[in-house]
């Protein structure tokens, strides 16, 4: 909480609260309209999409992959809560399917990936990986094995769920939230 009083301390004063959802794991997103009034803040979901100004919105992440998406052109932004569960429901292509359906283009999307736990961190069994490769073969590669343990690039998988959808312009911030000295929120590490 006292993070988020920060946070809209930054973005603005004439703003509304921030815009949160109560995040499940799922691949359920809402859509704020410009007309949407917005009485009910106690919504599943694990993405926000919105064309409404001046109202901030926000996931919320201890490891999972925060994703923004914004097209520059219809003014369209979203926010991802990518964990695993989410990212191989395809949450992401998802929101990004129905913002092309709102009239965005794949060409106009901007993508940013925000700081979420790293592959030499990710410690998975081997079930977990039998699930993925069951949904694709070809995720094999989003998996590492070292000194008799296997690990998950949850970051490389979400990386890809962009690609698949033609989403090029891409920054990914590259910090490791399971280490400590970055401060931030781990589920892991707790």
């Not at 917005?38 to 919504?43: L, S, V």
Request: hydrophobic share 40%; net charge positive.
């Amino acid at each position: 909480k006292k993070n988020l009083k920060i946070v809209k301390r930054k973005v603005s004063k004439k703003s509304e609260e921030i815009f949160l959802v109560k995040q499940t794991h799922s691949n359920k997103f809402i859509f704020l309209s410009k007309n949407t009034k917005i009485k009910n803040r106690n919504i599943s979901a694990d993405a926000i999409i919105t064309e409404k100004k001046k109202i901030p919105i926000a996931v919320l992440t201890a490891d999972c992959v925060p994703l923004l998406l914004y097209d520059n052109k219809k003014k369209i932004i979203a926010a991802i809560h990518a964990g695993w569960k989410g990212a191989y429901k395809n949450i992401v292509g998802k929101v990004i399917k129905f913002m092309l359906n709102r009239g965005c283009k794949s060409k106009n999307i901007i993508a940013a990936i925000g700081p979420s736990i790293s592959v030499k961190n990710y410690e998975v069994q081997m079930d977990f990986k039998k699930k993925f490769l069951k949904k694709n073969k070809k995720n094999k590669k989003y998996f590492v094995s070292s000194n008799k343990k296997l690990y998950f690039n949850l970051t490389g998988y979400v990386l890809s769920l962009l690609s698949q959808n033609k989403i090029e312009n891409i920054e990914t911030i590259k910090i490791d939230t399971f280490d400590i000295k970055n401060k931030f929120f781990s589920a892991r590490r707790a």
